[in-house]
Every structure is written in C-alpha cells, then in structure tokens.
C-alpha cells in the first residue's frame, strides 16, 4: 500500500474579542501549544494555527486519514481548553460552537467544522486551504463550480488533456441529508440547477472523474440543524489540490478577482458580498462583515507540510496581494448598495431561512392581534 497524507482543517468559533471579531492571541496561543505537543510526541507532522473572523482555525497534517479519533480528539480537547480560556476572559460567545458535551470519536457533528482529505503524494503536491467568517457552506458553491467545471474560468479544462475527462462533484442536501454526484461536463446544467439554491445543496467533494483521485473537500455543517435554533453561521473551510492535471493555484484563485454574494454577514441573515483579504484583515468589522476569506497556499512534503529548517511551515498569505484590491473595492460597493435596503428583502435572506434566525421569536408575538381580513 502506498503511503498516505492526510490533511485535516478544523474549525471552531470558541469565543472571540469585540464580540464576533477576532480569536485573540491568548486563545491562538492555546492552539498552538497543544499542536505543537502533538507534533513533538509524533501523533502529527505538521501544524498551523490561524484565524477567520472569530473562527479558530487548526490546520494539522498527519499521516491517520480521515475522521480519526486520536487527531479529532486533539481538536476537540483544543477548543475545550480555548473555549474555558474564553470563558475565563468573559470574551464574547465563549464555546459557542461546542453545541455536545462528551466526545465520542469523532468530531463531526458536535458543532465544530471539519475538512479532510486523505491523498497519495504527487511528485509536488501544492494546496490551497480556504477559511471563510460570517458566511455558510454554500459560499463555495460558486467558486468550486467555476474552478472545475467552467472552461472560462480553467484554461486547463480546455488545454489540459489530464483534466479534459471532467470532474465530479458530491452535492449533499442539508435538509435530506442525503447526497448525489454529478459529472461535469456532461452534468453541468442540473448540477447548476441543484447548487444554485445555496440554501439547500453544498458541493462537499470533488474528485476528478478519471481516476476519481480527490481534488476538494469542503465542510458542510449545519449549525442550526445540530442545535435546533440559531447558534451563528457555519462559518466554512475547503481544501483544494492544485497543479499537474488540476486546476493551477491561479485558476483556483481566479474565481475571486470579483466579489459575490453570500449568505451570512449580520445575524446569519442576509447577502453579503464576499470580500478575499489576507490574514492581517482577517476580521469582520462593517455591519459584522462583510464575509471574509482568506487563502493559504503550501506545498505537502513526507506527510506534512513543507517546513524551514526550523520546522516553521512554509505558507504563502494568497489573498494578500493588490491583485485582489479590485474584489475587495467591488465588495464594499456592494455591501454599500445592499445596506441601503436594510432589513427588506433582497438584502435580508428568504422568510424560509429567516425560519432558522431569532426572527420567529419577534413574529409570534404578534400571532393574535390577525383577524381575517
Ligand atoms: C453572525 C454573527 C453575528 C451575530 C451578531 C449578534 O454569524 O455571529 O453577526 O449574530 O453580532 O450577536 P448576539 O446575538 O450574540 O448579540
Ligand atoms: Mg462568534
Ligand atoms: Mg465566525
């Protein structure tokens, strides 16, 4: 058998400075230690802590493939002793993603957001790991579809002979709970016409279609479906393998030149435009928003992540660059337009979403006072 790689980002929001804004040093700190114990005593190869917004991000390569205890476990005892730090600091929302009590292992479903992919390494195998705040799952629907499966954004799909087979994507129902694949390009229509209600379809995976080798793996939380009410969005992450007979990092970024919309920001409950910005503005301000991204590039080498001599990763801030000024100057634009409409519709989600906010709260008290008209 050959050797395997696994990447693992897990995700939580255990409580953040200014309210929903940032994950302060104290806690990042926490991460760090327990990572790098786990690394010295050889259960992981690599390690980096960072941040979204308010969500801490763990991102630890190893060598246990997907959904393993022992490195969910790690996770899981990490938020804990972050969350309690939280909550000693009286930060705002301490351990509000931590929705069940005992671990039993495995960390999905327990509130905190998980991507994993297990690979074979290539020759030079370059990812690209995306961290998103105050936005859902769904915000990669857009991205994903125009990075494996619209020739106008991947030159490769058209170039390329290694990808001109396609690409199949595993589309999960959040309601159902259940999923499909569809290949592209021989799908592509009803595969927009399922990923389009960013509501209701998250793309969760994507393998390429003649060797069905894994090329994305995204999280697909539903917070509200775990806690039954509203605890805060299911703030994202995906993993995406690029190069040789995959998308290049650059068709991957290429998406992001421009904003879009999505659904998150303010409350869980509006479009924002989505704005790609380095780790240093890696924080929701305006209207808790708008929704941020950011992107690490590194290269996996031996099981972990390509390191320095000191063993520090090598990882390249992607979205901290100029070349993304122009989404970023779009997405305040847009965020402007939008916030002119206040709370009426299109700049506040459907009534069908609003169903999973606090606003039924506000509507049921005024139940009674209807007559028949
Ligand atoms: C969005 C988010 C925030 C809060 C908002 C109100 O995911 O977390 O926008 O919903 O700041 O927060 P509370 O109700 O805690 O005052
Ligand atoms: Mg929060
Ligand atoms: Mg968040």
Same mark, same amino acid.
Request: with cysteine.
């Given at each position: ?16 400075? %200014? ?275 950011? %992107? ?78």
């Amino acid at each position: 058998m050959p050797k395997k790689t696994t990447i693992s980002v897990i995700k939580c929001d255990v409580g953040s400075l %200014a309210g929903h804004h940032i994950v302060p040093k104290p806690l990042l700190e926490i991460a760090e230690k327990r990572l790098e114990k786990a690394q010295k005593q050889g259960i992981i190869n690599s390690h980096y802590v960072f941040h979204a917004g308010d969500d801490l991000e763990l991102l630890i390569v190893h060598e246990k493939g997907e959904g393993d205890p022992k490195i969910h476990k790690i996770a899981w005892d990490t938020f804990q002793e972050a969350a309690n730090k939280a909550m000693s600091l009286k930060l705002y929302g301490a351990g509000q993603d931590l929705l069940k009590t005992a671990f039993s292992g495995n960390i999905r479903g327990m509130g905190p957001g998980v991507a994993e992919m297990e690979i074979e390494e290539r020759r030079s195998d370059p990812i690209v790991v995306f961290a998103a705040d105050k936005t859902s799952g769904s915000a990669f629907n857009f991205p994903m579809f125009r990075i494996f499966a619209d020739p106008m954004n991947t030159a490769g799909l058209v170039i390329d002979p290694n990808m001109a087979g396609g690409f199949k994507f595993e589309v999960l129902d959040v309601m159902k709970n259940e999923k499909v694949v569809l290949k592209c390009p021989e799908e592509t229509y009803e595969l927009i016409a399922l990923i389009g209600t960013t509501e209701r379809y998250l793309i969760s995976r994507i393998m390429r279609a003649k060797d069905n080798i894994i090329c994305a793996a995204n999280s697909t939380t539903k917070l509200t479906l775990i806690a039954g009410k509203y605890v805060g969005k299911d703030d994202p992450v995906s993993i995406v393998r690029a190069q040789h007979g995959l998308p290049a990092v650059g068709e991957i970024l290429a998406p992001f030149m421009h904003s879009y919309f999505v659904e998150g920001w303010m409350r869980g409950s509006h479009w924002g435009p989505l704005m790609p910005v380095g780790l240093k503005d890696s924080k929701c301000t305006v209207f808790d928003g708008p929704p941020r991204m950011v %992107a690490l590039g590194f290269q996996i080498c031996n099981g972990g992540i390509t390191s320095d001599d000191e063993g520090t990763p090598l990882i390249s801030d992607l979205f901290d660059d100029p070349a993304f000024d122009m989404a970023r100057r779009e997405a305040m634009e847009s965020a402007a337009t939008l916030r002119r409409m206040g709370e009426f519709e299109p700049a506040r989600l459907s009534a069908e979403t609003m169903e999973y906010t606090t606003l039924p709260q506000v509507l049921k008290k005024l139940q009674r006072r209807f007559k028949p008209a």
